[in-house]
């Protein structure tokens, strides 16, 4: 009896171990095929002309409109609640302290270091990010990447440079436009509750904020952005069967997007502030 | 009557023999992970002739396909299309090569954000410096060839499932290819419809003398148009003839595969439930 309980718990045991085995190689696998992309993708932006394939710009410029143009209003309205909340929440805190004219210091390098590249790369993924795993995924399961080979369309430079370049160049102007909507619904709000005027909100967040907060962000979102695009692919490609399959991998590229943008916006932020 | 009626009611293989080959498979093995899908498949595929590969479903024939196509690389043996190991020259090279070979995928496989005639123009505007409306006048003569004039602006969505394919045949042959490949042409059309496919696939034959490697399991189709059938099952093939010698064949699984049998239809009832009882010990 004891020795049959004991092979279950060892038979367990292995399972699990394999389990983790088959996931660790997968994730590894995954990194490798992120890098292999982004390698390809640069081969491609460079060699592209000379080996006469070169990147669109047309479809550059409508993906560019699809992930920015497209995106403006969501990422205004969102822009604009959250600078309000940083500013109920900052003068919220400080006034324990009789503090909350210092509100704009902690909103100002919170929203250009932080929220503005945040919020915007985590809107970007739930919806660039996931509509290009679930094109590419459609893609492939439709043939489209394979009459694209056959065609003798490299489809790397086809399909995933036009979005990448789009995203690098969007996603921080998009997130430049949040930070810029989040300072004036914070000032507004700070206008309003302890009688702040623009005038001297601006002032003082001009004296407080300087162009290496704002650069701080901006490249922080060129991460994300590349992030969310190479996740977006990955999932895609690892599409498959039918629609149910689509959905599996756009919900898993958009998990981990956002997860991904987190863990490395703690990284870079560590880095570049206490290293 | 149509061409294909006329080969249905009097069947005269044209005369092949000394054609140069465009295609020649030698020894090919291809595997996925352990499984062995093709074992040592020898084939030729001449120059003018349309070459069906036949076979049940499990038979190795898209992989095959897809070896052809470079979209699986076989584990060993060889590919040479128009004189070039297809799996052995560089990407430039491949790309090239890809340029006169032209794929109708079975579902269309046509770009879903583009209408018809941007899907037909694709392949020019990607590897042609031609200009935009050259291009287009190019596309819509395709068109006609496959009986879509009128459809261009149309998105593959709204088109039928015949029309799909049509629009498939259009841009497979748009840059003017040596050798086309049809992947399951008249499979989930109606007779009709697939027959009018079959019809088109010989006059592509005719009119532009292209070589056609068709992959179907449809027997009546594949007796249409073929000039020579390759019967494949179980990454083997069992044989390469003409119509009249694959209908004639005494082979076992060739008859079963004609009269859609299946295996175990064709055993002795006894011998079925030792083979059952063997699997389930």
């Keep these: 009896m004891a020795e049959v309980e004991h092979r279950t718990v060892r038979s367990r045991l292995v399972d699990i171990l394999e389990q983790v085995g088959q996931r660790t190689t997968a994730v590894v696998a995954e990194i490798g095929l992120g890098a292999v992309l982004l390698g390809q993708s640069a081969f491609w932006i460079v060699m592209g002309r000379a080996r006469s394939q070169p990147v669109r710009i047309s479809a550059t410029f409508a993906r560019a409109m699809e992930v920015g143009i497209g995106a403006l209003p969501i990422v205004t309205l969102m822009s604009l609640t959250i600078g309000i909340m940083l500013a109920i929440q900052s003068i919220y805190s400080l006034r324990i302290f009789g503090a909350e004219d210092q509100a704009v210091v902690g909103i100002g390098f919170a929203v250009v270091r932080e929220f503005g590249p945040l919020i915007t790369g985590i809107l970007v993924a739930g919806r660039t990010g996931s509509s290009l795993a679930a094109r590419i995924g459609t893609m492939r399961i439709s043939q489209e990447i394979d009459a694209l080979t056959v065609m003798g369309i490299e489809p790397v430079r086809f399909i995933v440079v036009p979005a990448l370049i789009a995203m690098v160049i969007m996603v921080p102007l998009l997130a430049f436009w949040a930070d810029l909507v989040m300072l004036a619904g914070a000032g507004w709000y700070i206008g309003v509750d302890i009688g702040t005027s623009m005038p001297a909100y601006i002032e003082r967040l001009t004296e407080i904020v300087h162009i290496g907060d704002v650069m701080h962000g901006i490249y922080k979102s060129m991460m994300f952005s590349v992030l969310i695009t190479l996740v977006g692919v990955i999932n895609g490609i690892g599409v498959t069967g039918g629609a149910e399959g689509v959905g599996k991998m756009t919900t898993r590229s958009v998990v981990l997007a956002i997860s991904s943008i987190i863990v490395t916006d703690m990284i870079f932020t560590y880095v570049t502030t206490r290293a | ?281």
């Design chain 2, 1 to 281: 009557m149509s061409i294909a009626a006329q080969k249905e009611s009097a069947y005269q293989p044209p005369d092949l023999t000394g054609a140069p080959n465009v295609i020649e498979i030698k020894d090919l093995v291809t595997h996925y992970g352990s499984r062995e899908i093709l074992h040592k498949v020898n084939v030729n595929v001449r120059e003018g002739e349309v070459l069906v590969i036949m076979g049940g479903s499990g038979s190795g024939k898209s992989t095959l396909l897809n070896t052809l196509l470079g979209l699986v690389n076989p584990t060993s043996g060889g590919v040479h299309i128009l004189g070039q190991e297809l799996h052995a020259i560089s990407g430039v090279e491949r790309t090239k090569l890809r340029q006169k070979m032209g794929v109708a995928f079975q579902g269309g496989a046509l770009f879903s954000s583009m209408s018809v005639l941007d899907n037909i123009t694709l392949p020019l505007r990607e590897h042609t410096q031609l200009d935009h409306n050259t291009m287009r006048i190019m596309a819509r003569l395709k068109m006609q060839v496959v009986n879509l004039a009128g459809f261009e602006n149309l998105m593959p969505s709204e088109l039928s499932g015949g029309m799909i394919k049509r629009a498939a045949f259009a841009r497979a042959i748009v840059m003017d290819p040596r050798i086309l490949f049809c992947d399951e042409p008249s499979a989930g059309l109606d007779p009709i419809v697939a027959s009018a496919i079959d019809e088109l696939i010989l006059s592509l034959r005719d009119a532009m003398g292209m070589s056609i490697v068709v992959v179907t399991h449809e027997l009546e189709s594949a007796f249409r148009i073929a000039d020579r059938i390759c019967v494949l099952d179980k990454g083997h093939i069992l044989m390469i003839g003409t119509v009249a010698e694959v209908r004639a064949s005494a082979n076992e699984r060739i008859q079963n595969l004609l009269n859609r049998r299946t295996e175990e239809e064709t055993l002795d009832p006894d011998e079925y439930l030792r083979r059952l009882t063997a699997a389930n010990d």
